[in-house]
């Protein structure tokens, strides 16, 4: 284990204890929202960021500022409706939900930290393996286009470093084994150029 597991160890465990806490409802709005951000993230990530005036070039730093800000929008509307609704649940059932709710959250709990630690991983291999663009404009995402990134650009140490951390990550292994299991895209949840970045952590962690 390399300190980048603990980081992605995290969000589970707090997701688990939350979890508890917050119960069912709230938590599987909270599922909803993530799964809702890691499939439309990846799309609308260049058009947020348009939309609020900034200017970047890398594709990686305009993915996690994309998601961060749909993230917090999310969470903010939940915040403001998970009550209304846990309110409603509670009287139709006559009380009996609110025990379904504090069991079924540690559960639901598990797979939103889960959710959130395949998000981190996505953004980091994303970022780590972002493509060279060819002369006539096509982004080649390849293990080859990787290897000649790194050795031709000196600045790009940190994502050499990055590269090596998600090689030895046990966690990173999880995730991307859950993805393979669950099938190549995560059931449509991670988006086409995310599903091809970890692909590509896939294979360097096979060459070590």
């Known amino acids: 284990m390399v300190w980048y597991d603990w980081i992605l160890i995290a969000p589970i465990v707090l997701g688990v204890v939350m979890g508890y806490r917050m119960g069912l409802i709230k938590n599987v ?7 809702i951000t890691m499939i ?3 799309l609308l990530s260049q058009m947020i960021v348009d939309a609020i005036g900034l ?3 890398s594709d990686g730093l305009v993915t996690v500022i994309g998601y961060g800000i749909l993230l917090i929008a999310g969470f903010l509307g939940v915040q403001l409706f998970s009550g209304v609704v846990q ?3 509670s009287k139709l059932t006559f009380g009996i939900g609110d025990k379904v709710n504090a069991v079924g959250g540690l559960a639901s709990g598990l797979v939103l930290g889960f959710l959130v630690t395949t998000i981190i991983v996505n953004i980091t291999a994303r970022w780590t393996y972002t493509p060279d663009e060819e002369e006539d404009g096509r982004l080649e995402i390849s293990e080859e286009a990787i290897s000649k990134m790194f050795e031709n650009s000196i600045k790009d140490t940190s994502r050499e470093a990055a590269d090596k951390i998600l090689r030895e990550s046990l966690m990173v292994g999880v995730v ?5 299991l669950l099938g190549g895209q995560f059931l449509g949840i991670i988006p086409g150029e995310f599903s091809d970045t970890l692909d590509i952590a896939d294979e360097r962690r096979a060459t070590d």
Not at 29 to 35: E, F, K
Not at 176 to 180: E, G, L, R, W
Request: charged content about 20%; aromatic content about 4%.
């Open 29 to 35: 709005l909270y599922i909803v929202l993530v799964a």
């Open 40 to 42: 439309i993230g990846g």
């Open 55 to 57: 200017e970047l070039e």
């Open 87 to 89: 309110m409603i649940i």
């Open 176 to 180: 991307i084994d859950v993805k393979n």
